[in-house]
């Protein structure tokens, strides 16, 4: 089975900072990587999927980068609706999920 | 009304069957694939398998010997059943709509479940 680790797991910042997470897959998943918002008491939410391509209607402030087994996601300039847990997720193979990133201030 | 709406017992003890539906209602039941999801408490994520409209199955091998995914197309809706469920079940678990080709990231997900599983 297909392994995600996540760095960090948790991330301390600022509004207006540029924020990157990191996502390590155990084996190549070439570029099939989603990225996924998640907020207390909420179902995640998809931003990017194909490590790059932005779901309809995601803030262009977002932004995903990556093929093999490195992905990053980006927040260029971090909004206060934008502290959350992230998670990537793997879909070459299946499905597995990283253990997620909480951005906090 | 939500476009993925679930329901299921949310209480259970140990060596019971966890059974939960997902009902579709934006139309969107037909050419995809649907899963079923778990979040543990504190954080992760896990695939419990999925479903396609005309009832393909795969599920995760640390699951399939205890999980069945079934669909009613009359209905569209799909529905779980997990076995011999343990304390490690306890999980928040939701429906989803898997998009994409080979391999589906989640586009549209249930508000979730809890499922509290009592020894």
């Known amino acids: 089975d297909i392994q995600m680790t996540q760095s960090p797991s948790t991330l301390s910042a600022s509004v207006g900072d540029k924020v990157t997470i990191t996502c390590r897959a155990s084996?190549?998943?070439?570029?099939?990587l989603a990225w996924y918002q998640q907020k207390p008491g909420e179902a995640p939410k998809l931003l990017i999927y194909?490590?790059?391509t932005l779901e309809s209607g995601v803030p262009s402030r977002f932004s995903g980068s990556g093929s093999g087994t490195e992905f990053t996601l980006t927040i260029s300039c971090l909004q206060p609706d934008d502290f959350a847990t992230y998670y990537c997720?793997?879909?070459?193979?299946?499905?597995?999920f990283g253990p997620g990133t909480k951005v906090e201030v | 009304q939500a476009p993925l709406q679930q329901w299921g017992a949310g209480l259970l003890k140990s060596s019971e069957t966890l059974s939960l539906t997902c009902a579709v209602y934006?139309?969107?039941?037909?050419?995809?694939?649907w899963s079923w999801i778990r979040q543990f408490p504190g954080r992760g994520l896990e695939w419990i398998g999925e479903?396609?409209?005309?009832?393909?199955?795969n599920y995760n091998s640390f699951l399939t010997s205890r999980v069945t995914i079934s669909t009613d197309k009359s209905k569209n809706q799909f529905s779980l059943r997990l076995n011999s469920v343990t304390a490690a079940d306890t999980a928040v678990y939701y429906c989803?709509?898997?998009?994409?080709?080979?391999?589906?990231?989640?586009?549209?997900w249930g508000r979730g479940s809890l499922v509290t599983v009592s020894s």
């Open positions: 997720q793997q879909y070459n193979t299946y499905s597995t």
């Open positions: 084996q190549s998943i070439s570029g099939w």
């Open positions: 989803a709509r898997g998009r994409g080709g080979d391999g589906y990231f989640f586009d549209l």
């Open positions: 479903i396609s409209q005309s009832g393909d199955t």
């Open positions: 934006d139309g969107s039941f037909s050419g995809y694939y």
């Open positions: 194909q490590a790059s």
